[in-house]
């Protein structure tokens, strides 16, 4: 155990919490639904949905999950959703009926998707019609039983229809229909203790195929906790309205936007498509939110919009930032047009999400992420496993009730994950303060963070090798002020290609997610590579 010198200086926080306070996430949040009842939960759309409502719909998906088609405590259901309705909905039904959750995005490639349904064990999927033809594409080589399909107005009672399902999937079932069929059925009540898994969060592996974090119900329950001890005044019970932006199949929505607000009965107004923006600042206007939680680039996207300072900001007592650092410059521009800084905090998958965060008493943009939470505890390590003195940088090492398990299945990967004494090895280097205060420096994977979202060279390099004329490549993150990291691919051509910058990129586009994609690509003669071959990635980083 480390010495936790931050604690002095967490002013009024308590030093530790009941990670035991609630003995499953469903305890938490059915206690909301029954004490906000007519409070409005979720706007989307221009529809609202109250906490009475999310009450009888979520029971009646999770009855439907367990007469019709089986549903049992501990199998694993898939959602691949952008922020809709039907999100939340699909969400309680699930945990009601003792179910994990597989959060997808919806944006995946068939090798993605594939992947992660087969990894986590997925009969069934709730998923975006508008995702189908990515679903279709590999279908058969899953063990995907059913397709429960979503659109935008799913139970707002609002005729928003969705793209069209994908032809080539028989009998997919529509949400709306399975809602209907559930409300005629008893859902069961399952019990739960905080050991049940909630959510397998799958994050990126260094090996390029994603893991999946197995995140247990007291791993959320205490994560809520530690939030609501270190910002008691950004969670007011019934008096918070936040707007959901950042994707809620991200764990850091997941935790903070949607099962932390809502257990304190906040109106949460969904924002499906953040890129339109002229939409989205509409509704910041019609919201007013007391709370906004956003990563890096979404502030500096909103910045840069004119209506941002037509919105009413007086109610605003957090802006929160994590998933990516957050720049001071666009911090400062935020702040210049609603009079808050942006607060920072830090944290991973596996961790739940949320490890440090800044204090209430932090007045302006800090550069750090804050003290760990309570009941966090964090040792710097050297490369040899020695705790290093306070200025010093090393790897960022976590242990507490936040902490996730393991991954899924892995066995091998949770030996390497954790040291001999149970910390979890974050791969990210960091420098404590004399204060506490935890500032994130390097990284020692060579993971590429683009707008909050993981990128392993590994995967992308995979994928570029096989593009034609392209003999080896490799990847490194470059500085880029609109997504805090951009990727840049280098390429040694095969003898005699004409491969263009375009046509890799192309090639790539066909396999990787949008924000995997290189935006720079360099061709160069050779790779640096140390004596046994390996390349040295650290080399191409200082290479215009």
Request: charged share 20%; with cysteine.
């Amino acid at each position: 155990m480390s010495s936790r010198h931050w604690i002095k200086s967490y002013g009024n926080t308590p030093a530790d919490i009941d990670a035991d306070r609630y003995r499953s996430i469903n305890e938490l949040l059915d206690g909301a639904m029954l004490r906000y009842a007519d409070k409005p939960a979720f706007r989307s759309f221009g529809k609202t949905l109250t906490y009475a409502e999310v009450d009888t719909l979520s029971a009646a998906f999770c009855a439907y999950l367990q007469h019709e088609l089986g549903v049992k405590k501990g199998d694993r259901i898939a959602v691949m959703s952008p922020n809709f309705a039907a999100f939340p909905l699909a969400f309680l039904g699930i945990v009601r009926a003792g179910a994990v959750q597989v959060n997808v995005n919806p944006l995946y490639t068939p090798r993605e998707l594939e992947h992660q349904l087969n990894d986590a064990g997925c009969e069934t999927i709730v998923i975006f019609s508008g995702s189908t033809p990515v679903l279709a594409e590999i279908f058969g080589k899953t063990r995907i039983k059913t397709v429960i399909t979503v659109s935008p107005g799913d139970a707002l009672g609002a005729a928003l229809p969705g793209p069209p399902v994908d032809a080539r999937l028989a009998a997919t079932v529509p949400f709306a229909q399975a809602l209907d069929a559930g409300k005629a059925l008893q859902r069961v009540p399952v019990a739960l203790n905080g050991a049940d898994t909630l959510f397998l969060q799958y994050t990126g592996g260094t090996t390029g195929l994603s893991k999946g974090a197995t995140l247990s119900h007291r791993n959320l329950v205490a994560n809520t906790e530690q939030f609501k001890a270190m910002m008691p005044d950004a969670t007011r019970p019934g008096d918070d309205v936040i707007v959901t932006a950042i994707p809620l199949y991200h764990i850091f929505a997941l935790m903070v936007n949607f099962i932390t607000y809502f257990s304190v009965g906040a109106e949460n107004w969904l924002v499906a498509n953040p890129r339109d923006m002229d939409a989205f600042v509409g509704v910041l206007k019609a919201a007013r939110p007391t709370v906004f939680m956003g990563v890096n680039t979404l502030y500096a996207g909103l910045t840069q919009h004119p209506g941002l300072k037509d919105v009413d900001w007086s109610r605003l007592r957090l802006a929160g930032g994590g998933g990516s650092a957050v720049v001071g410059v666009v911090s400062d521009r935020w702040k210049a047009i609603t009079g808050s800084f942006i607060r920072e905090g830090y944290g991973l998958s596996e961790t739940s999400p949320v490890l440090s965060f800044n204090p209430p008493y932090i007045d302006e943009f800090s550069g750090t992420t804050g003290l760990p939470l309570p009941s966090t505890d964090i040792k710097l390590l050297d490369d040899d496993g020695h705790e290093v003195a306070i200025g010093q940088a090393g790897e960022i090492c976590a242990k507490g009730p936040q902490v996730m398990s393991g991954y899924w299945e892995k066995p091998e990967a949770n030996a390497a994950a954790f040291t001999a004494d149970g910390y979890f090895k974050t791969g990210d280097v960091g420098v404590f303060d004399e204060r506490g205060f935890l500032k994130i420096v390097d990284r020692k994977k060579d993971m590429i963070l683009v707008s909050g979202f993981n990128v392993y060279p590994n995967d992308v390099e995979a994928v570029a090798s096989a593009c034609p004329g392209v003999a080896e490549c490799a990847c490194v993150g470059v500085p880029d002020e609109k997504s805090g990291e951009a990727v840049k691919l280098f390429v040694v051509k095969t003898p005699g290609a004409t491969v263009t910058e375009a046509e890799v990129v192309a090639y790539c586009r066909t396999e990787l997610t949008g924000y995997k994609v290189p935006k720079i690509v360099r061709f160069i003669d050779a790779l640096p590579k140390s004596a046994v071959g390996k390349i040295l990635r650290r080399e191409l980083r200082d290479v215009a």
